[in-house]
Structures are given as C-alpha cells and as structure tokens.
C-alpha cells in the first residue's frame, strides 16, 4: 500500500467509525428506556474506543456492491450498529472470570471490574438482544423487498454469533485451554488454530461483510465474494492479534498484552513461530484481495485489508 493509501484507508475509517458512533446513539436504549445500570453498562463497554472494523466492514461491503447508491448503503447502518453490539458483548462476555478473567478493555477497567460481575453479563446480554431489535426495525419502512433483504441478513448474523459460528468458536477456546472438566480439546497445529479462530473471530466478521452486501442489494455471487474475503480477512486479523499480544504493549493495546503466552493458550507465534506466522497473515491477507477480484469487487474493502495486515492495534 502506498503512504497516501494508507492515509486514505485511515482516514475512511476515523470518518466511518465516526458515523457509526452516531448511529449507534440514537439505536441504543436511553438510560429513561431502561433501568439506568443496564444502559450505562451497555454504553460504558460501546463506547470505549473500539475500532469499529465489523461495522464498518458491513458498511463498505453495502459500498462495494452499490457503488452509486447512497440510499443502499444507508439501508446497511442499523445492521452495522447490531453487529457492533454484538461483537462488544462478546467481548464483555470473554473479559469475565469464567472465561479469560481480564481487567483491561479498550483502554479501560473491563465491565465487569467497573460494575460487578452480574451486571456485565446482563449488560452484554442487553447488547446482544438489542441488536435483534435493531436488525428487525430498522431501516424502517413498508418495502417488501427491503423486509425480506433484513430478514436474510439477520438470519446470516445470528448463524456468525450463534452456537455454529462465534459461540461455537469461544467453546473450542474454552476446551483447548483445559477450562471445561473432562472436555479437554487440546490444539497442536496450524489447522486446529484455524478451525477455532475461524468460528471465534471469522464468523462475526463475515456474516459483518454478508449482511452488508445484502442490505445493498448485492447478488448471490458477490455476496459469495465479500463473505469469501472476510473469512480470510478474519484469518489475517486473527494472525496479526496474536503477532501484537507478543510484540506490543498495553498501553498501545488498550488490552492486556502477552495474556495469551501467559495462560498457555495456543496461538499462532506459539505453534508457528513468529516468521511463520507474518508470511501466513500475508497470505492471508493476499487471498481476501484475491476472492474480491475473483467476484468482480473492488474499492474500500480493498484498502480495509491492506490495514489489517499494518494495523498496530
Ligand atoms: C463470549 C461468545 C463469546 C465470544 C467471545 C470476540 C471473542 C469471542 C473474544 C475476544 C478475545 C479475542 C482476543 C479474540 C480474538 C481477536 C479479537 C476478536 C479481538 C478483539 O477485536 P478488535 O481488535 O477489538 O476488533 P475492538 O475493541 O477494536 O473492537
């Protein structure tokens, strides 16, 4: 990638993560809608800084079907809204003690240090069910073709969260760290780690991608081909997730950096080494460029991918 395209894809999503806030404002319930601990709780975790890549992902897959169709895109900003909401409660969820027992999210105390432990499984539970809510209502509106175009792409995001998709893939990462008795799943290679990450961080990130291009009005094959670029973009992300936890630090993280060696978890520099694993994310990365190009796509998603591979945090 070039400095200017750099700058460029970085500038494009500051500007997307930037209209996605903005919706996600107006989509969640007020602290008057609910009980005031569930709505701060919710907000306290969305509104911490995250990157926004699967919103935006969604976004500029609606881009990159209908290019000339602002109103298309605009059809796919409730989806990205849900499936930030669903991707924060994951992350709410993982950081409790049951699962990866962390401190430290998006710069801050995770939910459940700053509010108890039960609140934070209600309030990922809340995000999890408002993004059902926000899939179903909006883009409001009579259209019969857009209701069925919701309908589908809900479908496809709760098969990527659900037991097939990143709830599946959060179990493999339970057993293959020994904290499920009895079910030890223990994972040796490359093509286990695949397996698992595929499901934990690919799945969202696809049905993210997918549910864009249908909202947009793509066709079978280009929804094929931007679901085909975003498992392996997922891959890629995955790849340079474990590469940062050994190579950057906390504060540059927002996260606990070095908590995968530490717990003994399986990940790629620790299975592959850290060569290895550079060359596999550019592969990676390479592939997701080459499935676009296969389904006659181009544009944002492009750039998007470049990003992931240089991205620091
Ligand atoms: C609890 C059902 C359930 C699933 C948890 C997402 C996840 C599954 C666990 C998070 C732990 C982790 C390190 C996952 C792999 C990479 C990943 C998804 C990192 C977090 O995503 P980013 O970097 O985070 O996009 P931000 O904060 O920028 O949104």
Do not use: N
């Not at 990159?64 to 930030?84: F, G, K, M, Q, S």
């Not at 904290?179 to 397996?195: M, N």
Request: a negative charge; aromatic letters at 4%.
């Amino acid at each position: 990638m070039t400095p200017s395209g750099a700058t460029d894809v970085r500038e494009y999503l500051r500007a997307q993560a930037a209209v996605i806030d903005g919706a996600l404002e107006r989509y969640l319930p007020a602290p008057d809608d609910c009980p005031p601990l569930v709505a701060e709780a919710m907000r306290y975790s969305l509104f911490a800084g995250g990157k926004r890549l699967r919103p935006i992902l969604t976004l500029a897959a609606a881009e990159t079907v209908a290019p000339a169709a602002a109103a298309r895109t605009a059809d796919a900003l409730p989806a990205a809204c849900a499936v930030e909401m669903i991707h924060t409660y994951s992350l709410v969820h993982d950081d409790l003690p049951a699962m990866d027992d962390d401190t430290l999210r998006r710069g801050r105390p995770t939910a459940h240090v700053a509010f108890g432990e039960g609140a934070a499984i209600l309030a990922g539970d809340a995000l999890l069910t408002e993004a059902f809510r926000v899939l179903a209502r909006w883009p409001a509106g009579g259209d019969p073709e857009l209701a069925g175009r919701k309908l589908r792409a809900a479908e496809r995001v709760a098969a990527g969260a659900g037991a097939g998709g990143m709830v599946g893939g959060q179990a493999l990462d339970l057993q293959a760290s020994g904290q499920v008795p009895g079910r030890s799943l223990p994972i040796a290679d490359g093509d286990g780690l695949r397996t698992l990450h595929g499901l934990k961080t690919g799945a969202l990130m696809r049905a993210a991608a997918a549910a864009g291009a249908i909202l947009a009005g793509g066709t079978g094959a280009e929804i094929d081909a931007v679901d085909a670029y975003a498992a392996h973009l997922g891959l890629g992300f995955q790849i340079v997730d474990d590469i940062l936890d050994v190579e950057s630090t906390a504060d540059a993280l927002g996260k606990t950096a070095g908590k995968d060696a530490a717990a003994g978890k399986p990940t790629y520099p620790s299975i592959l080494g850290l060569d290895r694993s550079r060359a596999l994310a550019v592969e990676a990365i390479g592939a997701a460029k080459a499935a676009l190009r296969a389904g006659g796509l181009s544009g944002r998603l492009d750039g998007i991918a470049d990003w992931v591979l240089t991205r620091t945090h």
